[in-house]
């Protein structure tokens, strides 16, 4: 007799099943195993958490970037802005010698004037040994004072 009673039934198909012998698996590839995989686990937890933390600090540099581009834009425009308000440009005029226009004249597709042209208010006159500007009556149709 081997020392151990022999079983029937149910209880042999369940003994079946479990191993006998001194050959149990050994625990130290699975112990292994699980050490890796944790470990790189937390190797994988920690490369994306560089990763996103870089990213974060780009996020905010971009960031400040654009609010100076925007401060930048911003200043600009209210140069802009003033550089073409209407008493800006008046001064501005004045200063390269314009001045206001009269009541102006049209020329229409067929060559005749409409309106009534006048010389522009503060306008000094042509000195004699200047050339001739032409009348509003030589801008009709008609001859020019030349005779051609």
Known sequence: MSGKPEL?????????????????????????????????????????????????????????????????????????????????LQRRARELGMVPGGDPAFLAPDGTVKGVPSPAPGVRRPAASTPLVLAPEAMTDGPTPTGR
């Open 8 to 88: 029937k039934g149910r209880a042999a198909r369940l003994a079946r099943l479990l191993p006998t012998g001194p050959g149990q698996a050994a625990r130290t590839p699975f112990v292994l195993l699980v050490v890796l995989l944790l470990g790189g686990g937390l190797i994988c937890l920690l490369v994306l958490n560089s990763a996103l933390s870089e990213g974060a600090f780009k996020l905010d540099d971009l960031q400040r970037g654009t609010k100076n581009l925007t401060d930048e834009e911003q200043a600009l425009q209210r140069d802009i802005d003033a550089y073409s308000a209407p008493d800006a």
